[in-house]
């Protein structure tokens, strides 16, 4: 059984000048996404057909016309897809093709911009050389060499980057792995037995999880036996549609102390008190909002609370939340205590208020990861300094769950889907 833990990257304050970018940034995160991804449909092919295969030179006025005609026809497919459960399969697999070579698209065409940048810083200083050396000759025999160098490795690049997504949507998103951990809580009783938590998080139920799926999750979180389950939000993807279908199967899921929730900000897009309804008419699963379960599980007390979802953005958690402190105030300090909070943000603020254990989601560990090193680098570092897996913090853990769904695409890289079960002792 894995005790694998990470300690707390340190940090600076960014100053403020960077702290409004960012703010910018993640507010039209959305928009600038559309508008990159509609530039790389374009730009991307027409590099590698002009590189590989010169056969065909677009006109300028192409180059400006075409990525506009792209960024409003997405625009409109994105919206046109949110009937996509009530497509024929005719028209919906060729939705999902599109959406995932413009998806597949966006990545290389970064790719690309960063080969040109180190393309030319590297051809700035070959042609200094040329300059103050006498070796004019050299400088233009290298010149030539260095560029096919690099459109060789962006072309051979881009086929790779284009195999592994593909894998990612082959493949890469239908793994699972069950992650077991030994958490020794500084406030369990030396007396009580340890108590084994499953915790399963960002189901987002919707276009991109079928019925077949929720109901293999289920089985498997209770082959694990657990003696307390707990759902760490996004529960819903964007659509309350999808909650008379899918809430049944959750009412499946079965622990000795029950089965508690909070909810994420997707459970907010798709409507707080839908899915709140959801969960009390067709499940037994007890809803955390802003409040505070006292079990009494052998011979002791353990508190669980559960926070609504509140962050900065879609993207960003709160580092601090006063209605945790008044929440935590009235359980005495010396009995064990679990949060509940969709985002990892929060861990430092609970840790200072002795809270034992938090767990989170919100992250998908990245959903993209490089296959090595895949708990440092991930997307997930975009936005929080808590990607995946189990940190520590004095006596204090938290433990960010990977998820079981996907947003956006039906893909992950290197980040398999995650049930966690966590052991508990004194």
Known sequence: MSTAQTKIPSYQLAPKALHWISSVFFANFFTLLLITISLSQWIVPVWFLGVFLPVYSPPSAATAVIPLILFFLNLFLIRFSRRLPSLPTVLRLPLRIYFASAFISAFCFVFLVLCGVLWALLSFLVAVCGFFLPFTELHLSVQPVLTLGFQLFAGVSLILITSLFIYGYLGGQRQLRISKRELSLAHWPSTSPCIKIAQISDLHIGTNLTTQELETYVQKVNELQPDLILLTGDIL?????????????????????????????????????????????????????DQVAHLAIAGTTLHLIGLDDRGKDWARGLDADTT???????????????????????????????????????????????????????????????????????????????????????????????????????
């Open 237 to 289: 993807d964007a659509s309350p549609a999808y909650i008379p279908d899918f809430f049944p199967y959750l009412n499946a899921l079965h622990a000795r102390h029950g089965v508690f929730a909070c909810l994420g900000n997707h459970d907010r897009y798709a409507g707080a008190h839908a899915v709140a309804a959801g969960l009390a008419d067709y499940t037994h699963i007890t809803l955390l909002r």
């Open 324 to 426: 945790l402190t008044h929440l935590r105030a009235d359980i005495p300090s010396h009995e064990p205590t679990v949060l509940l909070s969709h985002r990892p943000d929060i861990f430092p603020a609970a840790a200072n208020l002795g809270i034992d254990l938090t767990l989170s989601g919100h992250t998908h560990g990245g959903q993209f990861a490089l296959p090595f090193q895949s708990h440092q680098f991930n997307l997930a570092r975009f936005i929080t300094r808590f990607p995946r897996g189990q940190y520590t913090l004095g006596n204090c853990f938290l433990y960010v769950n990977r998820g079981l769904g996907v947003t956006g695409q039906r893909i992950r890289l290197f980040t398999p889907r995650e049930i966690a079960l966590l052991t508990c002792r004194a």
